[in-house]
């Protein structure tokens, strides 16, 4: 899509579409919707009047001109109380107007900044919003599709007008940021929707070595023979049942830069998930395949980082396997020996995803990281704690938790922390090996993590759940049905505001 700034008033913008807001319970519009109102001779007031327009968050009002205005027509849309008035509100009116603009079959579009004036936000954040709940609002995934039944030209342009040319500067900044961040989460749903016919390790090791040719990272893909031989047998362990060859994929941004603090981010990389020996149910396995949600969080993450040009060396490790049941595969009561050198004994083959994060966890350690952090579809559990609205957030590292969350709330991709208390250790003891991988039905979100924590030692670690959020059954403000693409600006947020007093390790 093609985002351009303006300055001028809105109500002299010559588009098929301008979009202006109001608050609940604004009788008399102000600002840029006040301008247009008295344009229109009081047409806003009008329907306002009348009770067909509230303001509630998600409703809209389209409004023709008849040529008394340059514009061919006017959408209002609803921001909410403004009490509660917020970037998320800014993403979802957003989403809104683009989808409205879509089905109307609208090229372009010309929009406010949504609280860049009586919103009282900071200019620069509202636009990223702006541009974020567009692009992510348009999308669907398409590209298996012969057509498209929704019909329409889809909305190529998007234009951003800013009245006051002391602002346009933040403005350009939030639109460039806002579009590499939609982008790349825009890149993890694709990855993620994909079939596991598609997106096989050998696409996400693809997918890898393209960005590293795009954007001059350094990548490298190690082949089943050659982590076997780094004595990755966790991974290897998995990996056994399925003929598709499994990849270890190392991405890294700013790899020739010492000085600067090194973050690993790893992403559980299983392309489909059967269960392995340990079948699931056969309903709704079609759906394991987003079982890879994890790495395309992390690869997405990558292509933002890059394109931001952010001073920090971040690593991306993603461990890409299948998990499928065969002559091979791994079977209940076996033991496995990790990196690290601990041994595992397997109690479900469908609890894998911690298996192929130990390795990587361990090899995280080579880079003496300031910070690791491992995005999972982990498990069930999760979602039965907190739904599909948040992501489990667990760790060892308080400080790190606290900047997550803090990214969480600047960006909406909500997270809960599970506490990593001690006693939940005596779950996962094992009578045969170091560690059994897993604990059971009960507290099986922490004991997935518990599980993690001891092969992440050395660093401050955290532990991302998105079992419950990855994906989605239902379109939601600013995500369709599939995968969500959490994940990548939750992470990129933490990293454009990772502090740089941490700048001596590397």
């Known amino acids: 899509m093609k985002v351009t700034v303006k300055q001028g008033g809105i109500q002299f913008e010559e588009a098929p579409l301008v979009v202006v807001n109001l608050f609940e319970g604004v009788t008399e519009p102000g600002g840029a919707t006040g301008a247009v109102d ?58 809104t107007a683009a989808r409205k603009a879509h089905d109307l079959g609208l090229a372009r579009l010309a929009t ?78 694709d990855l993620s929707n994909r079939p596991g016919n598609l997106a096989t390790p050998t696409h996400l090791a693809e997918t890898a070595q393209r960005l590293a040719q795009e954007l001059g990272l350094r990548c490298q893909v190690l082949e089943r ?69 994890g790495a395309a969080a992390v690869l997405g993450t990558m292509q933002a980082v890059a394109r931001l040009a952010l001073p920090l060396h971040v690593v991306a490790l993603i461990p890409a396997t299948e998990n499928l049941p065969s002559g091979r595969a791994i079977k209940p009561g076996d033991v496995l020996k990790a990196l690290s050198g601990k041994t595992i004994e397997i109690i479900s083959t469908d609890a894998e995803g911690r298996l192929v994060l130990a390795d990587a966890l361990a090899y995280a350690k080579r880079f003496n990281p300031a910070a690791v952090i491992d995005v999972a579809t982990l498990t069930g559990a999760c979602v039965v704690a907190l739904g599909h609205v948040a992501t489990g957030l667990m760790g060892t590292s308080e400080k790190l938790n606290n900047r997550i969350k803090t990214a969480a709330q600047a960006t909406g991709e909500r997270v809960w922390e599970l ?72 992470l990129t947020q933490l990293l454009r505001t990772w502090p740089q007093e941490t700048a001596s390790r590397g």
Request: proline share 3%; hydrophobic share 40%; with cysteine.
């Open 419 to 490: 506490p990593l208390w001690d006693e939940y250790d005596e779950l996962i003891k094992s009578e045969v090996a170091d560690v059994k991988n897993s604990g059971g039905r009960y507290g099986g979100a922490i004991t997935g993590a518990m599980f993690l924590k001891k092969f992440a030692s050395d660093y401050p670690w955290a532990h991302l759940d998105i079992a419950g959020t990855a994906d989605t059954d239902k379109a939601g403000s600013y995500t369709a049905k599939g995968a969500t693409g959490v994940g990548v600006r939750l």
């Open 225 to 293: 023979a050659e982590f076997e031989a780094l004595d990755m047998g966790a991974l290897a362990g998995v990996a056994r049942g399925t003929e598709e060859p499994p990849k270890f994929i190392i991405l890294e941004y700013n790899a020739d830069k010492p000085d600067l603090p090194a973050i690993v981010l790893a992403g559980k990389g299983i392309t489909f998930d059967s269960g392995g020996i340990s079948l699931k149910p056969s309903e709704k396995m079609d759906e394991m395949k987003h079982d890879m949600s």
């Open 112 to 189: 406010i900044v949504h609280g860049g004036g009586i919103g009282s936000m900071a200019v620069v954040d509202a636009a990223q919003a702006v541009v974020e709940g567009t692009i992510l609002g348009l999308y669907r995934y398409r590209e298996l599709k012969s057509d498209d039944e929704n019909g329409g030209k889809p909305l190529e342009e998007l234009t951003l007008v800013e009245f006051d040319e002391k602002k346009l500067a933040d403005v350009r900044e939030g639109v460039r940021v806002g579009q590499i961040v939609a982008e790349a989460a825009c890149l993890a749903r």
């Open 38 to 95: 008295r344009a229109l001779g009081g047409a806003i007031r009008e329907i306002i009047t009348a009770g067909d327009f509230k303001g509630k968050g998600g409703e809209t009002a389209l409004l023709y001109t008849r040529g008394n205005f340059p514009a061919k027509r006017v959408l209002v849309v609803g921001l909410g109380k403004a009490e509660k008035f917020d970037l998320e509100a800014v993403r979802k009116a957003s989403a």
